[in-house]
Structure formats: C-alpha cells, structure tokens
C-alpha cells in the first residue's frame, strides 16, 4: 500500500541552526512528493514539490528537498532556521494517476532562542 | 479570489445537530477534495471531486457525512446528526497540475 511516513514527531533546533526533516515514501512507482508546512489556526501551504527532473528541488522561505530513489526519502533543509518557522511540517505523497495525495503525520518543529 | 476559502471559521455544534461548511474553490481549479484533521494530526482525506462529479467518497467515515458540488464550483460539506468524534478541523482543498491548495479550514466542535 503507498504510504508515506515522517519519523520525527517533534524536532527541536536552535535558532540560526541547520535543520533537515525526514519523510519516507512507499510507491510503485515514483511518486509525486509535497512539503507543507501549517502554523497554528491556518492552513497548509506549499513549501515545495517534486515531479521529475532535478532532484534537488527549491522552495520558499529558503526550504529545499532532496528526492533519493535509493532511500524512499524526500528530506527537508534548511540551513539556518528562523524563530518563523516553529510550525507543523507535512510531507505528502500522490501518483500521476489523479489529484490524490497522502499526507505524513507530520513533524512539529520547535526553535530555541 | 487570490486563494481557497472556507466559511465559516469555526462552527459549535451541539450532539445531533446537522451543520454545513463551505468550500470556494479558486477559480478555474477542476479538482477539490476535502480533508478531516484531528488534533495533532495529519489531514485525513474524506472525498474528492472534478468538477461536479464525486469520484471518491472512500474516506468519508459514515453515512451522516456528505458532500456535493452541484456546479462544479462551490462545494459542501454535510454532517448530520453530529458526534462528538465529529470534532476536527475540515480542510478543503483545490487542485490544479496535480498541486493542492488549501483553505484555512474550519474547526468544528461538538458538545
């Protein structure tokens, strides 16, 4: 069955550090893959996506993702991080079959001053 | 509009009582699909449409949950009888080149 998982429940980082977020798929074939990212009381937005081509892909707020065939993984970077970005971090996976898509649990990122 | 939109915001239910929450798409998106979050959650999808017809309703978790979009447009999501397990943010979302778009949802609470 697809799935797609992110091992980390919380992840805690100082502000101005690196931060890297961990999303796993499991697809027949090569998915389509999403990161959204929601802060408290919004709703989920796009921070970026893969399809195909280059598999390192940028996005906005300074995020980029990089697609591994190899390890099922689609992990998030960032590399320094802003008091800003304490939010819930989605990661999501679809097919080119239909719009449909699956999401992660998702991650809780906190920032220590 | 500039982005989806759902109404209202936050809705308070009584056990048994049927609500309504809406969906406005943005425009020209053929595909919407709504989602349930429960707290601490990842969105759960409930059902899906291209334009006004339900292609899967697979996620909708019984038979008091319904969803229609009559025009292809603007769409709503139904609960009847409400459950306090009904209690969740209801996420709609619109789609275009296989991306989703989301609205800010609305946190429905059964007492």
């Known amino acids: 069955a697809q799935s797609v998982t992110q091992p980390d429940i919380h992840i805690t980082v100082s502000e101005g550090a690196s931060l890297e977020l961990r999303c796993n798929y499991s697809y027949g074939a090569t998915p389509y893959l999403f990161w959204y990212v929601q802060s408290p009381g919004q709703g989920l937005q796009l921070l970026l996506k893969y399809f195909s081509g280059d598999t390192l892909v940028q996005g906005i707020k300074g995020f980029e993702a990089e697609f591994k065939r190899s390890q099922s993984s689609f992990n998030l970077r960032k590399p320094s991080v802003h008091w800003s970005d304490a939010a819930e971090y989605f990661c999501?996976?679809?097919?080119?079959?239909?719009?449909?898509?699956?999401f992660g649990k998702g991650t809780r990122l906190h920032i220590l001053p | 509009g500039a982005g989806v939109s759902q109404s209202p915001r936050y809705k308070v239910a009584k056990r048994g009582q049927d609500v309504a929450l809406r969906c406005d798409p943005i425009?020209?998106?053929?595909?919407l699909f709504w989602y349930q979050q429960a707290l601490g959650q990842g969105p759960e999808f409930l059902t899906y449409?291209?334009?006004?017809?339900?292609?899967?309703k697979s996620g909708l978790p019984s038979d008091r949950f319904f969803a229609e979009r009559p025009e292809g447009s603007v769409s709503t999501l139904k609960i009847q009888r409400t459950q306090q397990e009904d209690s969740a943010v209801y996420l709609c979302?619109?789609?275009?080149?296989?991306?989703?778009?989301f609205g800010p949802g609305t946190r429905l609470t059964v007492l």
């Open positions: 449409f291209q334009n006004e017809a339900q292609l899967d």
């Open positions: 999501a996976g679809g097919t080119n079959r239909d719009d449909k898509i699956i």
């Open positions: 979302a619109s789609s275009l080149s296989n991306t989703q778009y």
């Open positions: 425009s020209g998106h053929v595909s």
